[in-house]
């Protein structure tokens, strides 16, 4: 039978040597600022885990009272026999954080971008996206008929001249990140919102790595810039601050209802389990009544790459506590990832596809959890393992 795989396992043997190959990495603990990883006790760097919510007393408290009345799971899909009262509370909670007429909760943030974008565009349309968007954005946008236009990052002029080149269409649909995975950075949200509002077009922002972190109280990129009711749609996830599982978009009612006669994700997925569904809810109420959790992510990112920075790292352009330390070459960037497990720190190494050739990086993930010693003690790890490597 191997023989019907020879050629995936030649460009295994490819990304073998050109050291951009990587086994996965299990973790012998629960996720937190310090993990077990091989018996050895480490600083975790690598987590989406920004507010510690992922082991959060109420969280898990909310998780087993589910299990207990409910069950483990819900045995069909939410169009058939697998909505609970909680999954429809939990999207109620969620339209009011975010300020939007409702909301719908997907398996992922992943299926929340394909299930959006391959059922709300045809080929009357245009979806026009920023060229650093996410991998779900850009699957999302495999999947629809639509005509695809794709600007320069974070660049309005670029936006702008593919509007002016879009008129003919139907409907055009602007797509970005609130916050950029790879490099931190933040869409100019308020510069969009008005070239959108300019061309009527309607306007997507991702706020995966946004929620729970920007905004008050978390509410993301477009309460962080004061533009409740200017954005047509928003999509978060459950899986990273929120520290549980799944995603969401907020907008209309309209759209919800469309959605759950449209979204192939959606209607052919199993609900979330009750457990998963309580805990995001109880996620919701911590962000709301402990705001304090944000504050120390925020302080503690600061501190961070003030360090990294005084070491002389190249962190590009993060504005928040994603912050990458770029090395460019691909095998010195994992080697240095190795180097500082054996210092300590757990801190992934991210090359191409992921990034552009020649702009690997350390991607670096601060959270609430790590205590300033902690985040000392990894920036010794960082000045040594850069110095053995001279890199610094």
Not at 25 to 51: F, K, W
Not at 103 to 128: A, H, K, Y
Not at 167 to 187: C, E, K, P, Q, W
Request: aromatic fraction near 6%.
């Amino acid at each position: 039978m191997k023989e019907q795989f020879a050629y995936l396992q030649n460009e295994l043997d490819q990304m073998k040597e050109q050291h951009t190959f990587r086994e996965l990495t299990p973790l012998q603990s629960e996720q937190g600022s310090r993990v077990t990883i091989d018996g050895q006790d480490v600083i975790q760097l690598s987590s989406n885990n920004y507010l510690g919510l992922t082991d959060h007393p109420r969280l898990k408290q909310a998780a087993i009272d589910a299990v207990e009345a409910y069950g483990a799971g819900t045995g069909s899909v939410r169009t058939i026999a697998g909505t609970l009262d909680m999954h429809n509370h939990l999207e109620a909670k969620l339209a009011d954080f975010k300020h939007t007429e409702a909301s719908l909760v997907f398996q992922s943030g992943f299926t929340t971008n394909q299930g959006v974008l391959s059922s709300i565009l045809t080929d009357q349309d245009v979806v026009i996206s920023d060229e650093l968007n996410h991998a779900s954005i850009i699957d999302g946008i495999r999947l629809t008929k639509a005509a695809r236009k794709v600007y320069k990052h974070v660049d309005v002029n670029s936006l702008e001249e593919a509007l002016q080149a879009s008129h003919d269409y139907r409907v055009r649909l602007v797509v970005t990140d609130g916050v950029f995975s790879m490099d931190g950075n933040i869409a100019p949200l308020p510069e969009i919102v008005e070239l959108c509002e300019k061309y009527d077009a309607i306007l997507m922002v991702d706020d995966a790595h946004a929620s729970g972190v920007l905004g008050q109280n978390g509410r993301g990129t477009v309460d962080h810039f004061d533009l409740n009711g200017r954005v047509h749609i928003q999509v978060g996830t459950l899986s990273k601050a929120i520290g549980v599982l799944g995603g969401y978009v907020a907008s209309t009612q309209t759209l919800r209802d469309y959605l759950i006669h449209k979204g192939r994700p959606f209607l052919f997925s199993t609900s979330h389990p009750p457990a998963v569904t309580e805990a995001c809810s109880a996620a919701i109420d911590v962000l709301q009544e402990e705001p304090e959790l944000i504050e120390r992510l925020w302080d503690n990112t600061q501190f961070f790459k003030e360090g990294l920075r005084s070491l002389g790292f190249d962190t590009g352009k993060s504005e928040t506590p994603i912050t990458p330390v770029i090395i460019g070459d691909e095998a010195q960037t994992h080697d240095m990832s190795d180097r500082l497990f054996n210092h300590g720190v757990f801190a992934q190494g991210i090359a191409f596809p992921t990034v552009p050739k020649g702009k690997a990086r350390i991607r670096t993930i601060v959270t609430a959890q790590h205590t300033k010693e902690e985040l000392q003690e990894a920036l010794n790890a960082f000045e040594k393992a850069g110095q053995e490597l001279d890199l610094l």
